[in-house]
């Protein structure tokens, strides 16, 4: 998994996702904070502090390697994406919330995500520190990577929304499609390790996906969120931007085997973030008569 061209490759297809995003976002999305801030507060403390301390737990239960260790942080780290917003509208979620969510989660990743890698490297690393850690030289990469392309798309939109509007689909599409060729490019230039990677990272990534949509959805509606708010928390929460996390590890930290446990969740992600909709449509279908 050592291509040097999947990891050439990797920031400008990265920048394509976030430009998307960018084009779909408004500094409206940002001021909706206000309309409803307990459920944007409880869901990025879901996302911010609970979730890195449930892959933190997993990698001890389940006793990782140190570098796929460092690799389930980053992952826990990295915020939700547009896919999310998509899940939330299939299964009648708050997307306005989502877009919300997403908007914030962008800008406070780039703070997030090297806090959290560097505590990781220090404590399952400590040896790599030097080599692995996100200092300041790296962290001006994830900020130029991740929040650059999304503050040009949000002004793409804000001087040109005809033509934001135009793209929203293509650019969602092609979004999707590079994710899935980012992913695929990842896990194949070491093929012959494919299987070994599954067995390594599946189990965990599985349970990790599950207790994140389970946080995202439960949480909220224990704090007394609507239901559609906490759909669209659990999917926000559950179904992360995979893309940031394997870019990162790969073109920044320079360490392919940190993505396994991002590119082996992209693939887990989509069969579970399905069936833990439908089994939430099927529990709100019953809410009803149980009230009645």
Do not use: W
Request: with cysteine; hydrophobic share 60%.
């Amino acid at each position: 998994m050592n291509s040097s061209l999947v990891a050439t490759a990797l920031p400008p297809a990265l920048a394509v996702i976030m430009f998307g995003l960018g084009l779909s976002l408004t500094g409206a999305d940002f001021a909706r904070v206000r309309r409803a801030p307990e459920v944007v507060v409880i869901a990025l403390v879901c996302q911010v502090v609970a979730l890195p301390a449930v892959a933190f737990g997993l990698v001890v239960v389940f006793d990782m390697d140190p570098l796929l260790a460092v690799g389930m942080m980053l992952l826990a780290a990295s915020p939700g994406g547009a896919t999310a917003n998509l899940f939330s509208h299939l299964f009648r979620g708050d997307v306005a919330l989502n877009v919300t969510l997403t908007a914030v989660n962008s800008v406070l990743c780039v703070v997030t995500v090297p806090v959290v890698t560097n505590l990781a490297v220090a404590r399952f690393a400590p040896d790599q520190a030097a080599e692995l850690g996100l200092q300041f030289g790296k962290t001006l990469q994830v900020i130029a990577i991740v929040l650059i392309p999304v503050l040009i798309g949000m002004a793409v939109r804000h001087r040109a929304p005809g033509f934001a509007a135009r793209m929203d689909l293509p650019v969602r599409a092609a979004s999707v499609a590079i994710l899935a060729i980012v992913v695929l490019a990842t896990m194949m230039a070491d093929r012959s390790a494919l299987g070994g990677y599954l067995l390594d990272v599946g189990a965990i990534t599985a349970t990790f996906c599950v207790i994140s949509l389970a946080t995202g959805y439960l949480v909220p509606r224990a704090c007394g969120v609507t239901r559609p708010q906490a759909i669209a928390c659990s999917m926000e929460i559950g179904v992360h931007n995979s893309a940031i996390a394997i870019t990162l590890a790969v073109s920044v930290l320079d360490n392919a085997r940190i993505a396994v446990p991002a590119a082996v969740y992209a693939v887990l992600m989509t069969p579970l973030a399905v069936l833990a909709g439908s089994v939430i449509s099927r529990v709100g279908r019953r809410e009803p008569a149980a009230v009645g």
